[in-house]
């Protein structure tokens, strides 16, 4: 039963991440001002998510992460389209694939690298399993399969380049470089959200300081660009920091059922999703 209930909530939130997904294409609402940012902030939490799913997820990794980058690669054109982009040749959808391919980058790495501190931490604590020394070994069947898929991604992503015209050029559209400082960003929400949904007690207080938390980095956000390039390209500091705010909404709508239904990392099924 504890397996099907699992079951149902992922189907649930897949269909109505699906469905949203859809209503937004269908309708062809498009960014027009501040409060229309919320439809950006949209596909950035959907980036997060499938990156956090690829960081955590016990799907062998050779079947996830192809699947993670089909869905990052969804999350993009999503998002070009809600800004209203024509065309997607050029150095403006390069710009935005930069962002989300940082933010998926910087999830991975900073997840993993916290995952292994972790089990390093456990491991020398007293009581706690001793650490396992053996050298890490793949199978020669895994090895094949990776290369493979590596090779044939690298072969697909080189087509992809050429068709949507995407040379060493796409660098001198003028916003380029702040994509990836976005997408830094955005990693970081993810990473203060989930971090806020670990632990039993105080989860009302901990998401709402984490909401804040992700506001003041939006703010900051705004103060980087404008050290590191002069100029924000015209987005004003209370837009970045709305912009946070809208993602963290949308990753705990979808990581709280996960959270109650017990299948964040370490969590067991909880009957309130605010029980302390």
């Given at each position: 039963?504890?397996?099907?209930?699992?079951?149902?909530?992922?189907?649930?939130?897949?269909?109505?991440?699906?469905?949203?997904?859809?209503?937004?294409l269908a309708s062809g609402w498009e960014l027009h001002g501040t409060w229309d940012l919320f439809l950006l902030a949209w596909p950035f939490s959907q980036g997060s998510l499938i990156a956090l799913w690829a960081?955590?997820?016990?799907?062998?990794?050779?079947?996830?992460?192809?699947?993670?980058?089909?869905?990052?690669?969804?999350?993009?054109?999503?998002t070009v389209r809600v800004l209203g982009l024509v065309s997607l040749r050029g150095g403006e959808s390069a710009g935005w694939a930069a962002m989300f391919a940082?933010?998926?980058?910087?999830?991975?790495?900073?997840?993993?690298?916290?995952?292994?501190?972790?089990?390093?931490?456990?491991?020398?604590?007293?009581?706690?399993?001793?650490?396992?020394?053996?050298?890490?070994?793949?199978?020669?069947?895994?090895?094949?399969?990776?290369?493979?898929?590596?090779?044939?991604?690298?072969?697909?992503?080189?087509?992809?380049?050429?068709?949507?015209?995407?040379?060493?050029?796409?660098?001198?559209?003028?916003?380029?470089?702040?994509?990836?400082?976005?997408?830094?960003?955005?990693?970081?929400?993810?990473?203060?959200?989930?971090?806020?949904?670990?632990?039993?007690?105080?989860?009302?207080?901990?998401?709402?300081?984490?909401?804040?938390?992700?506001?003041?980095?939006?703010?900051?956000?705004?103060?980087?660009?404008?050290?590191?390039?002069?100029?924000?390209?015209?987005?004003?500091?209370?837009?970045?920091?709305?912009?946070?705010?809208?993602?963290?909404?949308?990753?705990?709508?979808?990581?709280?059922?996960?959270?109650?239904?017990?299948?964040?990392?370490?969590?067991?099924?909880?009957?309130?999703?605010?029980?302390?």
């Amino acid at each position: 039963m504890k397996n099907d209930q699992r079951t149902m909530v992922i189907c649930l939130l897949l269909a109505a991440h699906a469905a949203l997904d859809l209503v937004l294409l269908a309708s062809g609402w498009e960014l027009h001002g501040t409060w229309d940012l919320f439809l950006l902030a949209w596909p950035f939490s959907q980036g997060s998510l499938i990156a956090l799913w690829a960081a955590v997820s016990r799907i062998r990794s050779f079947l996830r992460f192809p699947a993670a980058l089909l869905g990052i690669v969804w999350t993009w054109f999503l998002t070009v389209r809600v800004l209203g982009l024509v065309s997607l040749r050029g150095g403006e959808s390069a710009g935005w694939a930069a962002m989300f391919a940082t933010q998926a980058l910087s999830i991975l790495v900073l997840t993993t690298g916290c995952c292994l501190i972790w089990q390093l931490v456990r491991r020398r604590r007293p009581g706690g399993r001793a650490a396992d020394t053996r050298p890490v070994q793949f199978s020669l069947r895994f090895l094949l399969l990776w290369t493979t898929l590596l090779a044939l991604m690298l072969g697909l992503g080189q087509t992809a380049f050429q068709r949507l015209g995407w040379t060493p050029q796409v660098v001198q559209w003028e916003y380029f470089y702040f994509c990836p400082v976005l997408g830094a960003g955005n990693a970081l929400f993810a990473l203060i959200v989930l971090a806020s949904l670990t632990g039993r007690a105080w989860l009302l207080v901990r998401m709402l300081l984490a909401t804040t938390l992700v506001g003041m980095l939006g703010y900051a956000q705004w103060h980087v660009l404008m050290l590191l390039f002069g100029n924000t390209g015209g987005v004003a500091i209370f837009d970045f920091a709305l912009l946070g705010i809208y993602q963290a909404a949308y990753l705990y709508a979808t990581l709280l059922p996960l959270r109650w239904a017990g299948c964040l990392p370490g969590e067991k099924r909880e009957r309130n999703p605010f029980r302390p």
